[in-house]
Structures are given as structure tokens and as C-alpha cells.
């Protein structure tokens, strides 16, 4: 039996803890004892990890340099003496790393997940030093991993295990729900022959959410019947319904908030939308493929591993709002290319992208580190 305890700042509807929590729950149990460690404060996907009966410990750290927080995840790490720790974002990489080291864990395990350019000298540094201990980083695209050994970590520590997403049941008529609840549609008062633009994702910076926006408001001189549907929250969630009112664009941008239920949600959109300026390998981007609904994203990395032009979708320019209307007009106006292009990312996850792809890969790379 191998024990690992993963080690993630919090346990938010994040990609990265939703393939955290996809693989602690996927793992077989009589080959692997999981546990999780959260560096930060909890969410909602602890409820799915305890539901699961894997154990789950709130260590608790209150700020960016926390001593307390350090000696607690050591006690937390001595108490449970792993094979493997596999630690996920920043502050767990640096905090995870050096605290196994220190108890003398053999087997280290770090996850890259996104491209970060707003990574400095100090945490840089802090990667390159803890990379001497590490036998192997995990992520998630090939872009993550160039953008790693640009910065100076070894190519040859990386592993490239891409995420993994449940392909949800064949998509049925747009405004049909699986549960006889009302439709989404129903819910934010809009005729039957509303078009539905899904963006998934956290509000902040990195998303250039103003930049949907503002091609909604495009696509409103052209289209009177799409609306562009914002799931999610996050810091930015004021100032961008405040650019949605100045836009007076009210009545075709809705925001949603932070929902459970994404998978239905899927289902009742006509295509995605995804303006990031960067990425790791977009969820968001998977769940719609495997929904069946055709994606319109940036041209950046990550995003280019995911989406094949003029196969399942298109890319566009980072910024490029007009472009994002357009190819989103040609979409609404075709059904048949909707479908197929739709149907293409579908066959595309479930042929390279399925969970338990994933957790395969993970288990066999745990053994081999163990073994």
C-alpha cells in the first residue's frame, strides 16, 4: 500500500482542485492510502473528498510567510509518514516541499499547472532550489513545461499528465435539463430562442472577462437574440458588472456566480467562450468538449493543446473581441457545423482527455517512484 498526501492551498472550484480531487477520489484504494493536506482555507470540494472517505486536514496559513503553518504541516507530514509527496501550486510547492524534505519524505512530487508570468525573481528561485529535491513535476500541457525549462528547471524532471474530465451524457435540446428542473433559460427570463455563450471561470485578471464583454456588446449590433452567461466569481466580479452597466449590456451579459451544477450548465449552451491571456490546460475548455459544444479561445498555450481549428472550435488572438463576435455569428448561423465541430471535441476527450486516463497515469508514476 502506497500512502500519499497531497498538499494544495485551498479546495475551490479551481482547475487545478478539481483534478486534485478527480484523482484522490479515482485512485484505487487497495493499492494507494490518499490523504489531503489544504495549506490555506477549504471549499466545496471537501465535501466530495470526505464523501469519498479520503481524510482532509485544514492546516491553516494566515500569511504569505507563515512559520506556524510550517511546523503544523511538518507535524502533519511526521504524524502520517508518506511515500509520496505531491504538492499542487505555488505556495504548496515551496511550503509542501521543504516541510517533506525536513521529515525526511524520499519521494517528492510538484504540480505546475499553468504558465505563471506573474512569478518573480524570489519564487523562481524558490522553484529552482526545491527542484534539486524533487523527482518529479507534474503538469498538465506542454506549454506549462517550456515555460518551466525557460525559467531554468530541468526538462528532464517533467511529466506531462493531462487532465482528465467526465464526459457527460450526449447533449439533448438546449433548453432541456436532465432533472426536470427549469431550464437555464427559464431561470434568467429569456424566450425559448435565446442563444446561450457559456464563459466558465474565476474573475480575475488572467481571464480578460471585459474582453467577452465587449464582444457580446459586438455581437448585440448584429444578433438579438445571443447572451453571453459568466459562471463564476471572484475579485473582479464588481468592476465587471460595473463595465457591463456603463456598456448598457444588462440585458445580454448575466452573471451567474459560483454554480455546482456546470456539467448541466454545459449542456444548455451553444458554444464556449475562453478569452485568457494565459492558461495550463483549460477545464472549462475540456468540460465543454465533452458537452459536445464547439469553443472559441485565445491562440495561447495550454489552450492550443486542447482546441484543433476548424476541428473542434477556433483560436483567436489574445484581446481580438471583434474576432471572438464574428467566428460566434458564424456559429449561431450554422447549425450543422455547430454540431459537427461539437461532436468532434466530444470524440477528442474521450479518445485522450477521459479520468481515468488520468488517474492511470498518476498511479503508474507513483509506483514506479515507489517501486
Known amino acids: 500500500m502506497i500512502r500519499i498526501l497531497h498538499i494544495i492551498p485551498t479546495l475551490v472550484r479551481g482547475g487545478a482542485e478539481k483534478q486534485l480531487a478527480l484523482l484522490a477520489t479515482g485512485l484505487p484504494r487497495e493499492r494507494f492510502d490518499v490523504h489531503v493536506a489544504v495549506l490555506t482555507h477549504t471549499g466545496p470540494l471537501e465535501a466530495e473528498l470526505r464523501a469519498a472517505e479520503i481524510p482532509v486536514t485544514l492546516i491553516g496559513k494566515r500569511a504569505k510567510f507563515d512559520l506556524a503553518c510550517y511546523g503544523r504541516l511538518r507535524r502533519q507530514i511526521r504524524s502520517l509518514r508518506p511515500d509520496i509527496v505531491h504538492t499542487w501550486?505555488?505556495?504548496?510547492?515551496?511550503?509542501?516541499?521543504?516541510?517533506?524534505?525536513?521529515?525526511?519524505?524520499?519521494?517528492?512530487?510538484?504540480?505546475?499547472?499553468?504558465?505563471?508570468?506573474?512569478?518573480?525573481?524570489?519564487?523562481?528561485?524558490?522553484?529552482?532550489?526545491?527542484?534539486?529535491?524533487?523527482?518529479?513535476?507534474?503538469?498538465?500541457?506542454?506549454?506549462?513545461?517550456?515555460?518551466?525549462?525557460?525559467?531554468?528547471?530541468?526538462?528532464?524532471?517533467?511529466?506531462?499528465?493531462?487532465?482528465?474530465?467526465?464526459?457527460a451524457e450526449e447533449p439533448g435540446p438546449g433548453n432541456e435539463t436532465p432533472d426536470g428542473r427549469p431550464s437555464l433559460k427559464e431561470e434568467l427570463g429569456l424566450p425559448p430562442q435565446a442563444r446561450l455563450i457559456g464563459?466558465?471561470?474565476?474573475?480575475?485578471?488572467?481571464?480578460?472577462?471585459?474582453?467577452?464583454?465587449?464582444?457580446?456588446?459586438?455581437?448585440?449590433?448584429?444578433?438579438?437574440?445571443?447572451?453571453?452567461?459568466?459562471?463564476?466569481?471572484?475579485?473582479?466580479?464588481?468592476?465587471?458588472?460595473?463595465?457591463?452597466?456603463?456598456?448598457?449590456?444588462?440585458?445580454?451579459?448575466?452573471?451567474?456566480?459560483e454554480r455546482g451544477d456546470v456539467p448541466a450548465l454545459m449542456r444548455q449552451f451553444d458554444l464556449l467562450w475562453l478569452g485568457s491571456e494565459y492558461e495550463g490546460q483549460s477545464n472549462a475548455i475540456l468540460e465543454a468538449m465533452a458537452a459536445g459544444l464547439p469553443v472559441?479561445?485565445?491562440?495561447?498555450?495550454?489552450?492550443?493543446?486542447?482546441?484543433?481549428?476548424?476541428?473542434?472550435?477556433?483560436?483567436?488572438?489574445?484581446?481580438?473581441?471583434?474576432?471572438?463576435?464574428?467566428?460566434?455569428?458564424?456559429?449561431?448561423?450554422?447549425?450543422?457545423?455547430?454540431?459537427?465541430?461539437?461532436?468532434?471535441?466530444?470524440?477528442?476527450?474521450?479518445s485522450e482527455f477521459t479520468v481515468a486516463q488520468m488517474v492511470q497515469r498518476h498511479a503508474a508514476l507513483y509506483a514506479a517512484l515507489v517501486g
Open 89 to 167: 501550486l505555488f505556495a504548496a510547492n515551496a511550503y509542501g516541499r521543504q516541510a517533506a524534505r525536513a521529515e525526511g519524505v524520499r519521494h517528492l512530487v510538484a504540480g505546475e499547472r499553468c504558465v505563471d508570468p506573474w512569478k518573480g525573481f524570489w519564487q523562481l528561485a524558490i522553484d529552482r532550489y526545491l527542484a534539486r529535491y524533487t523527482q518529479r513535476i507534474v503538469t498538465n500541457s506542454s506549454g506549462v513545461k517550456e515555460f518551466y525549462v525557460a525559467r531554468g528547471l530541468p526538462a528532464d524532471l517533467f511529466e506531462i499528465i493531462p487532465n482528465g474530465v467526465p464526459l
Open 199 to 257: 464563459a466558465v471561470g474565476r474573475l480575475w485578471p488572467q481571464k480578460r472577462v471585459k474582453d467577452l464583454i465587449w464582444a457580446a456588446d459586438l455581437l448585440k449590433s448584429i444578433r438579438d437574440d445571443a447572451h453571453l452567461v459568466i459562471v463564476g466569481d471572484g475579485p473582479q466580479r464588481a468592476r465587471l458588472e460595473r463595465y457591463r452597466r456603463q456598456n448598457e449590456i444588462t440585458d445580454r451579459v448575466h452573471f451567474l456566480g
Open 296 to 350: 472559441i479561445a485565445t491562440d495561447i498555450p495550454g489552450n492550443r493543446d486542447l482546441v484543433v481549428p476548424d476541428q473542434t472550435g477556433y483560436l483567436v488572438p489574445v484581446g481580438d473581441r471583434f474576432e471572438f463576435a464574428r467566428r460566434t455569428h458564424w456559429l449561431l448561423e450554422d447549425e450543422a457545423l455547430r454540431q459537427r465541430l461539437g461532436q468532434a471535441g466530444r470524440q477528442r476527450v474521450a
